[in-house]
């Protein structure tokens, strides 16, 4: 059955083609976004779900979206999306932090100009028929110090227009190496000399824990005598009440602002003020800019739900197409191993360590220990996924650590994974062999060659003579039959292993049967999908 995406805002037609070009049943209801009941009422009949600004997609609504496996938000802003519910529920959630960047650069550049020589105040002015050419003085941008807080996608742009404008740019980002700063052509500093030296401050960060209020009143202070400060970012970045004061002292000569703590704002601290310029959150707002993040999207929710192609997720490790393919069997192997050892353990799991060794350490790591995480979490939640998995871990108080070598061994590589429990510790490593299929190679410590079965029993004993043949007597009395077995020892009369394959289900009475032998330390039934 094809997937079936609604799109609950205005999006282009274009987008709409490509979903219905790639094979994915649309729905188009543009207005629906406005109607939270009614998107509740809905939304489990979807895969997927395309949206802008409009759509929030609450907890709520996340409760009725039975079958909702990706969010697309047409745009960078995820505000309007509860990630947290999303990622517990399993729903991929993406944005299109490309499609609009050089048009938000372009708008904050423009807001800096309009600001500089008071073009909106001089333009009513004018309009009005007044002739008031000695009001609007204005200032020069060529040789002043530009201050960006946040020298990402869109702030590396600011910084390169502001370079040829011939402005000085200084930079404050964490995340941003000094070999980097160098090539971009700007100097880093830390925020308190940014705030001294910064004759224009713009902002490019996103709205987190970290950056909210990043302007408050007390770094606000800290600016330079006559600061022009320009927000095309997200809203709750600055006090706009504290930068209202400043700026009607005159400490700030002006600010530009298209992004508001409050949207949309009908009223606002610096509204109405003679030297602010503010626009309606048009930062995205070209027609280039709407088309493009509108096909984005509908190309990676596409690429998403027929490929598996992860790209621009905020929950998720991102995966190309290509590397959906290269990594496929990987990502089914990593799930089997972690899922073997996951049907395996009763106890709370403190820790889990997981080893990748040749060609698997040059992968999407990320995306694999996802996909081991989600294979150990099974048992215990069957609803758990790929997206999901972290979240529950982590909920649980479980410690992921990753090691990754160079090739070790005969094979061109492997994912070993150890879990750590109050009791103890236990080990499961497998490959991918030339034929694409996943195989365990290793189970306690004890070397392998099994094949994934989706029906099988797994064994452990001393090495005496007779077992073997008490599996098959046992099974076979009980009518469970074996399609093939594996078996491994580490030495003669010490410890071994035995991986059934069975056409069916393992039995109870047999299970119960096999236990009464008193041969066996452990026997477990084992599900597998294929």
Not at 286 to 303: D, G, I, Y
Not at 347 to 364: C, T
Not at 369 to 383: E, R
Request: include cysteine.
């Amino acid at each position: 059955m094809a997937p079936k995406v609604l799109i609950s805002d205005k999006l282009s037609d274009a987008a709409v083609q490509i979903f219905k070009d790639r094979g994915i049943e649309v729905d188009f209801q543009p207005n629906l976004g406005k109607d939270k009941d009614k998107l509740a009422e809905v939304i489990g009949q979807y895969d997927g779900l395309a949206i802008r600004s409009a759509t929030k997609v609450t907890e709520k609504i996340l409760e009725n979206a039975t079958n909702l496996k990706v969010i697309g938000r047409a745009g960078i802003g995820t505000d309007n999306i509860d990630k947290e519910a999303a990622s517990k529920k399993g729903v991929i959630v993406m944005n299109t932090p490309f499609g609009n960047m050089i048009t938000t650069a372009e708008h904050a550049i423009a807001m800096m100009f309009a600001v500089a020589r008071q073009i909106p105040e001089a333009s009513a002015s004018t309009h009005a028929g007044k002739w008031e050419k000695s009001k609007f003085m204005g200032v020069e941008l060529t040789g002043k110090t530009l201050g960006v807080i946040g020298a990402g996608n869109i702030g590396g742009i600011v910084c390169n227009r502001a370079l040829g404008l011939k402005m000085k740019v200084v930079a404050y980002d964490p995340f941003l190496g000094e070999e980097k700063a160098r090539k971009m052509g700007v100097e880093k500093v830390e925020l308190d000399e940014l705030l001294s030296r910064a004759d224009f401050i713009t902002l490019h960060v996103p709205y987190t824990e970290q950056t909210a209020n990043i302007l408050s009143a007390e770094n606000l202070a800290k600016t330079k005598k006559g600061v022009r400060i320009i927000n095309c970012a997200r809203g709750g970045l600055v006090d706009e009440a504290a930068l209202a004061e400043l700026l009607k002292s005159g400490h700030v000569a002006g600010a530009a602002f298209d992004v508001f703590a409050e949207e949309p704002a009908t009223e606002n601290p610096l509204f109405n003020l003679p030297n602010v310029v503010c626009t309606p959150h048009l930062g995205a707002a070209t027609t280039e800019a709407q088309e493009n993040v509108a096909l984005q999207v509908a190309e990676q929710m596409a690429n998403y739900l027929l490929d598996g192609a992860v790209e621009n997720a905020l929950n998720m490790p991102s995966m190309t197409a290509e590397e959906a393919k290269i990594m496929g069997p990987w990502v089914q192997l990593a799930g089997h191993i972690g899922n073997f050892i996951g049907q395996l353990t009763d106890e709370p799991i403190n820790a889990i360590n997981i080893l990748y060794d040749g060609v698997a350490s040059e992968m999407n790591l990320a995306a694999l220990n996802c996909s081991v995480i989600a294979g150990i979490l099974k048992k215990a939640n069957p609803d758990v996924n790929l997206v999901s998995a972290p979240v529950v871990a982590k909920e649980r108080g479980v410690q992921i650590s990753t090691t990754s070598q160079a090739k070790g061994g005969t094979f061109d590589g492997y994912i070993k994974v150890t879990i750590v429990t109050p009791e103890r510790e236990r080990s499961c490593a497998g490959t991918v062999f030339s034929d694409g299929k996943p195989r365990f190679i290793q189970i306690k410590g004890i070397n392998i060659d099994a094949e994934v079965g989706e029906h099988m029993l797994y064994t452990t004993n001393e090495d005496v003579p007779g077992v073997i043949g008490t599996l098959g007597t046992t099974l076979g009395q009980n009518g469970q039959n074996i399609a093939n077995f594996t078996l491994g020892r580490t030495k003669t009369g010490q410890s071994a292993i035995a991986l059934l394959y069975l056409d069916e289900k393992a039995k109870p009475e047999v299970i119960k049967a096999l236990r009464e032998t008193g041969l066996f330390q452990q026997i477990r039934p084992l599900e597998f999908t294929l």
